[in-house]
């Protein structure tokens, strides 16, 4: 039976100036989400400021503001790497060698 995914093999990150558009597109996704929530967190009237308002309370610590927009950064980077490897199989070149022998002699 075929895999259903990836979706395409049209754009694989195979050679470096597709692994570097691709990984610029995945960064760039997760930098605007990021600073979304960082935005959100200052505006009072924002659905984000609303969700969150019970761990910002009135002193609006910029600690645990950080905290929140490195979580939900990260949770983004998540969604969205798994998303680009759904899509394009993308990630796969990232896996570390299992051979301590070929390791070595890179070093």
């Known amino acids: 039976m075929k895999s259903w ?16 558009l691709l990984g610029a597109f995945v960064q760039a996704i997760v930098a605007v989400l990021a600073i979304e929530v960082h935005d959100g967190l200052q505006n ?6 609303w969700t969150f308002k019970d761990l910002l309370h009135d ?20 969604i969205v790497m798994n998303a680009m490897w759904v ?3 993308y990630g796969g070149g990232m896996l570390a060698e299992t051979s ?8």
């Open 44 to 49: 009072k009237t924002s659905t984000t400021y």
């Open 5 to 20: 995914f990836p979706l395409t093999f049209a754009f694989r990150s195979t050679s470096p100036a597709r692994a570097f």
């Open 100 to 107: 301590v022998k070929r390791i070595k002699a890179w070093l």
């Open 87 to 89: 899509l394009f199989a």
């Open 59 to 78: 002193d609006r610590s910029p600690w645990v503001t950080t905290a929140i927009t490195f979580t939900s950064a990260f949770v983004a980077a998540i």
